[in-house]
């Protein structure tokens, strides 16, 4: 039995892991060992790839590139490859992946069953929209084949799955091309949510990705910083910067108020100084905190949480005022706010996560009742505006808001696998 949590580190339990190596002998071990559920790189924050006191499937061990088409882009690979190692090797090469998150250290796996997303949805969708095939296997030892045309009902109950229709072993995922690691890319300050729109607006035809941080501090308002950009032809050269370790763990957390209320001023201060335009690598634009390893830990030993919604955009204004209100009221304080918009699309899978809207995603330090009041405030906002959480930042929403949220999920509930079973699944699903 080993120790396993999440990245918010709220939940540590003691867990069977079996590690899976070897494809084939997948079917074998998982109806052996269960029920359990896949754990890739357990960068989700919450609950969703965790089984206290049972079994969690290790899968960084499916770890092979099996084959790659270098004319159509096509890769073909073991579902525990990681995403940076995808594009290292194939960036060089004139590939890359279309979409992907805010960390690029988490598996094909994790990046499928929770149909991720990255700063350029309204161009991309999620990562589920790459996905060509995928290769399944249930608890009881069959194996499925699934692409959006063969059993593509598989396949949709499977992009953003949550890890509870089977365990994913090889996929197959469609690169796009590039002409290499370098972006040009502008930053914006913004004094408000109506600017905060008029910039997305504007951005979406002109520039791929778009980003913003969100001083949620700063009240109704909503002050920030807006940063887009682009691929470019020019490739020049510049060295990137090493990795650094978040070097220890203290004893309490390092976030708190009056560290919040700094950090937000001189970031937004330091940053306001420093619009323009830019050429970035990227690394640093796509997975700015990948650089410092473990930064998790300066939440100190009762770890953080992660909130994350989206409301669709005609109430868009309003329910983000309500929330930064009520945010500010509360006391609380997240430094790690991050505001952007989805495009208009459907996404793939049956409980996929985007949905056209505006997202708001925030950190907070783990302080029991109170940080638990306060979501409760902000579950109500958000259910008012007809939005929803996000599963794969989530360890405590309450069932009736996953229902209300995610309506495919009693069609979803056909393909979920009985042998199966997380934390998050009992929690929000009664098994
Ligand atoms: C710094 C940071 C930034 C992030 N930014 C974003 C972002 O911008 N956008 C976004 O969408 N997400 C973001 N995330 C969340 C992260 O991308 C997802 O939680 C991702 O699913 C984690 O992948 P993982 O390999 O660590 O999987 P885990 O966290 O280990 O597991 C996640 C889910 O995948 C399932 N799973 C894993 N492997 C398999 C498999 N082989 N077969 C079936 N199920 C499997 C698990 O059972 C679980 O349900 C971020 C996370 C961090 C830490």
Not at 87 to 105: A, D, E, H, K, N
Request: hydrophobic fraction near 40%; glycine fraction near 10%.
């Amino acid at each position: 039995m080993i120790t396993l949590s999440s990245w918010g580190r709220v939940e540590q339990h003691l867990h069977e892991v079996i590690p899976l190596n070897d494809p084939g002998k997948v079917p074998a071990l998982i109806s052996r060992h269960g029920p359990g559920i896949a754990y890739g790189m357990g960068r989700s924050y919450g609950d969703v790839c965790l089984n206290p006191g049972g079994v969690v499937w290790n899968t960084t061990g499916l770890n092979h590139l099996i084959q790659f088409d270098d004319e159509r882009g096509l890769l073909r690979a073991e579902a525990g490859v990681l995403l940076r190692d995808i594009q290292r090797l194939f960036i060089p090469r004139g590939w890359m992946l279309p979409v992907t998150p805010g960390t690029q250290l988490i598996t094909l796996g994790g990046a499928i069953a929770n149909d991720v997303h990255g700063k350029n949805h309204h161009v991309q969708g999620s990562f589920g929209d790459h996905v060509r095939r995928i290769r399944l296997v249930r608890s009881d030892g069959e194996v499925i084949e699934c692409t959006p045309h063969l059993n593509p009902a598989w396949f949709s109950a499977t992009m953003g799955g949550l890890g509870l229709t089977g365990v994913i072993v090889e996929v197959d995922v469609q690169l796009r091309r590039t002409e290499g690691p370098w972006l040009e890319s502008e930053t914006i300050s913004y004094a408000n949510l109506d600017e905060f729109f008029h910039l997305a607006d504007s951005s979406e035809t002109g520039w791929e990705y778009t980003v913003s941080w969100i001083d949620c501090l700063s009240g109704a308002g909503g002050r920030g910083i807006f940063m887009r950009a682009n691929h470019v032809a020019d490739q020049s050269h510049a060295p990137t910067k090493g990795v650094k370790v978040f070097p220890f763990e203290p004893p309490i957390s390092l976030v708190n108020r009056a560290s919040l209320q700094l950090f937000n001023s001189v970031y937004f201060n330091l940053k306001s100084l420093r619009v323009g335009r830019a050429l970035i690598h990227y690394e640093p634009f796509f997975y700015p905190l990948d650089n410092i390893l473990e930064w998790n830990r300066m939440y100190g030993p009762k770890g953080f949480f992660q909130y994350q919604g989206v409301v669709p955009r005609v109430v868009g204004r309003e329910a983000l005022r309500a929330m930064l209100e009520a945010i500010s009221h509360s006391g609380e304080g997240s430094f790690l706010a991050v505001l952007k918009t989805f495009g208009d699309r459907q996404s793939p899978g049956m409980l996929s996560f985007p949905q056209p809207g505006v997202t708001l995603a925030l950190d907070f330090p783990n302080r029991g009742k109170v940080t638990h009041k306060l979501f409760e405030r902000l579950d109500a906002i958000v259910r008012e505006a007809a939005g929803r959480l996000y599963p794969a930042k989530d360890g405590r929403m309450p069932r009736s808001l996953f229902e209300a949220g995610y309506p495919r999920l009693s069609e979803f509930m056909q393909y979920r696998d009985s042998g199966i079973s997380s934390a998050m699944s009992r929690r929000l699903m009664g098994s």
